[in-house]
């Protein structure tokens, strides 16, 4: 899985949340709190 925020390959699924029906996983807390500010953009480039 790849981290939406920062595109690095995340191997740890500790931190995860979903969003519209997608899973998404952080490698990070940091990553995951930039997702949780402004999650259409992030969502939206994962996508």
């Known amino acids: 899985m ?3 925020v920062c595109g690095m ?3 740890n699924e500790n931190i995860c949340t979903d969003y519209e029906g997608k899973h ?3 490698c990070s ?3 995951f709190q930039t997702f949780q500010k402004s ?3 992030y969502a939206r ?3």
């Open 2 to 4: 790849t981290d939406p």
């Open 9 to 11: 390959k995340v191997t």
């Open 24 to 26: 998404y996983c952080f």
């Open 29 to 31: 807390e940091g990553c």
């Open 39 to 41: 999650p259409e953009q």
């Open 45 to 47: 480039k994962a996508g």
